[in-house]
Nanobody, 124 residues
Framework: QVQLVDSGGGLVQAGGSLRLSCAASGRTFTTYVMGWFRQAPGKEREFVAAIRWSGGSTSYADSAKGRFIISRDNAKNTGYLQMNNLKPEDTAVYYC?????????????????WGQGTQVTVSS
C-alpha cells in the first residue's frame, strides 16, 4: 500500500512559478511510475507529466512541455512538479498518482494510488 500527500499549490500571477511536491509513504517507489494530473471545474482529469521512478524516464503532455519539469528524489521518496511560466488555463486541482509498473501511462484509470489534490490558481 502507498500513501501519497501532495502539496505546494497556491495562487500565482500569470508568468509565475510553483513547485508541487508528492510525498510517498508505505512502500518505496522503486518499481513505480509517478504521474501528475489536473482537473479543472467541469472538465475531465487530464495527464500532465509522469516519471519512471527507477531510471527517471519522463513523459509530458503537450501543454506542459517546455514549461513544467517532473523530477523525483529517491532518498526522500518524494516527487516534484516544477511549473514555470504559468498561464490562467493551468488553473486546476493537481493530483499526484502512482502506478505499480514501470510503464508510463497517460490514462488516469491506470493509476493505483492518488494524493488528495492541491489547488493551483493562476490569475491573469
Amino acid at each position: 500500500q502507498v500513501q501519497l500527500v501532495d502539496s505546494g499549490g497556491g495562487l500565482v500571477q500569470a508568468g509565475g512559478s510553483l513547485r508541487l511536491s508528492c510525498a510517498a509513504s508505505g512502500r518505496t517507489f522503486t518499481t513505480y511510475v509517478m504521474g501528475w494530473f489536473r482537473q479543472a471545474p467541469g472538465k475531465e482529469r487530464e495527464f500532465v507529466a509522469a516519471i519512471r521512478w527507477s531510471g527517471g524516464s519522463t513523459s509530458y503532455a503537450d501543454s506542459a512541455k517546455g514549461r513544467f519539469i517532473i523530477s523525483r528524489d529517491n532518498a526522500k521518496n518524494t516527487g516534484y512538479l516544477q511549473m514555470n511560466n504559468l498561464k490562467p488555463e493551468d488553473t486546476a486541482v493537481y493530483y499526484c498518482a502512482a502506478r505499480r509498473t514501470v510503464i508510463i501511462m497517460r490514462d488516469p484509470g491506470t493509476y493505483d494510488y492518488w494524493g488528495q489534490g492541491t489547488q493551483v490558481t493562476v490569475s491573469s
